[in-house]
């Protein structure tokens, strides 16, 4: 089993959509979570980032943690042509350890 | 806003050859890593690097490779011999010092193995 599972997409949404990530992750000694933006070619952008369950809203963005379910979700709210990009999830069990990422799902945003 | 530099953006090699890919990581940022990420794969860990040793390194981090910090600003990742599998992004990333978790990335090093 993957330690964490991703959807790959792509996920093609109207310019002013919401647009739903997530990843699901099997270990639960996780603790920290965090969301990515890449663009094609480019290194990981940091979003949002969360320690243990719990919401956390940061401007259009708001990224989910449900440790019980072991699931974590980021949406986007008013979706822009240039919120176009792959979406990362990483986890990680401690605050100075390697973080694990999913594979990315990539997203659409059209005109 | 602090950034991680990276540099070359984009190397060309021979198979066989050595290379070595460098960061330049936020200033007072303790905990570093190298990451890579094989064309339309998912990133991968490397190797993190703290107080001038390797913390933990995964099994792609072979003999093959080294990381050293050879002036206490620049963090290197350097290739012995590359192989064709080689070929990728290497990221360079870095935590700070509070150790609060936020994990920042460079724009890569574009490495091509010939």
């Known amino acids: 089993q993957k330690e964490v599972e991703q959807d790959p997409g792509p996920l093609s949404v109207p310019e002013g959509a919401i647009v739903s990530l997530n990843c699901t992750y099997s270990?639960?000694?996780?603790?920290?979570f965090m969301w990515y933006r890449q663009y094609s070619r480019k290194g990981p952008e940091l979003l949002m980032y969360?320690?243990?369950?719990g919401n956390k809203e940061d401007g259009r963005f708001t990224a989910q943690v449900d440790k019980s379910s072991k699931y974590i979700s980021l949406f986007i709210r008013d979706s822009q042509p240039s919120d176009s990009a792959t979406y990362l999830c990483?986890?990680?069990?401690?605050?100075?350890?390697?973080?694990?990422f999913g594979a990315g799902t990539q997203v659409v945003v059209t005109p | 806003e602090p950034e991680v530099t990276q540099t070359p953006s984009h190397q060309v090699t021979q198979m066989g050859q050595e290379v070595i890919l460098r960061c330049v990581p936020i200033?007072?940022?303790?905990?570093f890593y190298w990451y890579r990420q094989i064309l339309g794969q998912k990133v991968e860990f490397l190797v993190s690097?703290?107080?001038?040793?390797?913390?933990?390194k995964s099994e792609i981090f072979d003999d093959q490779f080294s990381v050293e910090r050879p002036d206490g600003s620049n963090f290197t990742l350097k290739i012995r011999s590359t192989k064709l599998e080689d070929s990728a992004m290497y990221f360079c990333?870095?935590?700070?010092?509070?150790?609060?978790?936020?994990?920042?990335f460079g724009e890569g090093s574009r490495l091509t193995v010939l």
């Open positions: 990483a986890v990680s069990t401690d605050s100075w350890g390697k973080f694990q």
């Open positions: 270990n639960s000694a996780f603790q920290y």
């Open positions: 969360t320690y243990s369950s």
């Open positions: 200033s007072n940022h303790l905990y």
């Open positions: 690097f703290y107080n001038n040793e390797i913390s933990e």
């Open positions: 990333a870095n935590r700070d010092r509070g150790g609060t978790g936020e994990l920042f």
